[in-house]
């Protein structure tokens, strides 16, 4: 007869690891069964191996659709990891017991939309209710862990004691649960509990003298085998599963993803205190006391930061933690007395010292290892490999990486950045370089996130190298891409990532796009990143001929388009025009040897013709005496003409706009332009000046302060009390009018 004993532990609970130690000492199984898909069988040897220092996760996958796939994290304090290096210290086999990954993939895979699923939930869902924090609240605790010492440890019961008596409470729990049965959950939780009997009931089969199964604790009264139902039963409840095709493997996990906070199911609130009790509670120093040990290691994070915190505080503060445990009728100080304590005594009564301590020591930032035995897609051992030649490996702290493109090794990580970026791996994002204009420098800001794995094991189908794999998938999105702009933008991604093979891909389809391309606005949005992809081309050492010979043929087809597609734009499109004819501008400023005489003819053909939109033709015009083509008298006349009583008063205003887009340098330094806008303004009919002012906030909004400031007195020196020969006063009655309208628009009274 097998002697069955059932360990319902808090998963990543110090307490129940605790517990569990003591239970498999008392025990001696011949078995030890875990709560986990059978499929980590394969995997759970690897937990011996000296390499492997938690926090890490298991990580099952769908061979075939890598975005289907859980993490099953474990820390130094789980349970479960307790369990299993105390069967690896005796050379106890360890099993895992629970629904296959292979049927709940398939099972996933037949919902909708699981192709536009974000990747990998960070545990299985659902996921039960935290039963001992329920039991914990019950009993007047905020933390579930400090019950469990309180209620549970400080009792010093035998091991297997506590344990009946938790799974007796979670008993009861569940017979109130009056939840439906075709629940989705609750379908889920039969499904599992179902494959975990079955599983168990074959372990028994064998003739094993004593099995211990180590189950979260929501599980532990349906497995007893005294209550099992038929293996009827339980066949049918799994009868006719789906099953998938799946890999499992090791990956680094983090402190911070332990949290429960970031979505993780089963997570936990505290992982660096959990790691603090359950070292404290290993411990061979009888002498230390948890919470004075916790409070120094809160000091020496508060004076890394440069803030004080003396001895004398520190004592001082576990008084405080030791009364208000007291107070609040608990045998000893928790989590919530400790910071309590230490905001009152060492941080001066401040949360901000306090959400420091929280983010540095509560949660903390340790990021395990895994040993390189772990099985692993080539992709991945790569991506190891390439990050151990740059000297550039993954951590959980957030971290500012400068990189100095002159220098090779350094040039060598950006590469490798821009190429996950393609591939979706997003280890870095760009940040702000600081004030330098140069083009030798980048910033990244780098976080790695465990699930970035599933990314890796995700980008693998597209090759086994990460330059291989990235220059396939950049091929496969030129073949989708929706725009030109897109493409130009996707040619330049494989400038800095140095994909020669990736530049010829979109060449190709861009090529072949652009041939066939109708309209101008695409054309335009297309010359930027062209540019930008022949100038810096040589810098990197990439052949940009192809490039070249394309942008070349857009910017001929786009000036040839351009005064036709100008005509009869509305509102909406004469923003679009406007916008796009600016990024070709600056597009073609990026190349000094490429001839704009075309580009010029056409913008003279916009600027000069009555039919085009007002912002599209003042653009023109103000591009073209940037240029130095047009005379500023010959603006001055445009000008006037566009601003006469002739021309309806918005679309001067949008003309006006166009011209002065940008910078305030026309109106500040050229007094009869200055002057013209002025008289303009004062001469607005009232019925149409409501609808003007909108579009000449607009304008003026744009200008600095100071150069707001410059216009302001400009005209009002013009405009002010005669204070010598030809200067016209003003006229205070007069303005009233505008006074009272000016006032409307500030919501102010204005008075007669």
Known sequence: MTDVHVLGIRHHGPGSARSVAEALATLRPDLVL??????????????????????????????????????YPLAEFSPEWVAIQWAASTGTPVRTIDLPAANSFALQATAPDVEDAEPAAPAQQPYRPDVIAMLAQAAGYSDAERWWEDAVEHRHTDPLDRFAAITEAIAEIRA????????????????????????LRAAMREGHA??????????????????????????????????????????????????????????????????????????????????????????????????????????????????????RGRPSPGLAELDDAAQAVLCDGSSLPLALVHRELTVGHDLGTVPDSA?????????????????????????????????????????????????????????????????????????????????????????????????????????????????SELLASCLLADLPDGISAVVSVL?????????????????????????????????????????????VRACVGLPTACAGLDDAAATAMRRAIDSAQYGLSLLPELSLDDWHRALAAVAGSDRIHGSVAGRATRLLMDAGLVERDEVAARLSRRLSVATPAPEAAAWLDGLLSGDAVLLIHDQHLLQLVDDWVAGVRDEVFDDVLPLLRRTFSAFSRPERREIGEQVSRGRGPAEGPGETPLDIRGAGPAIRAMAGYLGWEAIA
């Open 176 to 199: 109130v649960d009056d939840r439906p049965a075709d629940a989705p959950d609750v379908v889920e939780n039969n499904r599992r509990e179902a494959a975990m009997r079955r599983l």
């Open 511 to 555: 090529a072949e796009r652009t041939a066939v391309q109708q309209d101008v606005v695409p054309l335009l949005e297309t010359v930027a990143p062209l540019a930008r992809t022949c100038r810096y081309g040589n810098v990197r050492g990439v052949d940009v001929t192809g490039v070249q010979r394309i942008l070349d043929a857009t910017v």
């Open 34 to 71: 875990i709560e986990g898909p059978p499929e980590l069988e394969q995997v759970v040897p690897l937990v011996s191996d000296p390499a492997m220092v938690p926090p890490v996760a298991a990580l099952i996958y769908a061979a075939d659709q890598p975005r289907l796939a859980s993490f």
């Open 375 to 487: 099985p692993t897609v080539p992709l991945a051992a790569d991506l190891a490999a390439t990050q151990r030649r740059l000297r550039l490996q993954p951590s959980a702290l957030e971290e500012l990486l400068t990189i100095d493109l002159r220098k090779p090794t350094q040039l060598a990580r950006s590469v490798l950045l821009h190429r996950l970026a393609l591939l979706g791996v997003n280890w870095g994002t760009p940040a702000d370089t600081g004030r330098t204009k140069g083009t030798f420098k980048e910033a990244w800001t780098l976080l790695w996130q465990p699930e970035l794995a599933v990314a890796v094991v995700d980008a693998s189908r597209y090759g086994t190298t990460i330059a291989a794999a990235a220059a396939t998938c950049v091929a496969e999105r030129a073949q989708v891409a929706g725009s030109l702009a897109d493409l």
């Open 210 to 327: 004593r099995i211990a199964v180590v189950c979260g604790a929501y599980h532990a009264p349906a497995l007893m085998p005294a209550d099992f139902p038929p293996a009827s039963a339980d066949n049918k409840v799994l009868a006719g599963l789906p099953k998938a095709k799946v890999a499992v493997t090791w990956v680094p996990w983090t402190s911070d993803r332990l949290r429960l906070q970031t979505g993780y199911g089963a997570g936990v609130t505290a992982p660096g205190w959990y790691q603090h009790l359950f070292a404290h509670w290993t411990s061979k120093d009888s002498t230390a006391d948890v919470a004075t040990t916790w409070l120094v290691r809160v000091a020496q994070t508060l004076r890394r930061e440069k803030l004080d915190a003396s001895t004398a505080s520190v004592v001082e503060a576990s008084r405080m933690a030791n009364a208000l445990a007291a107070v």
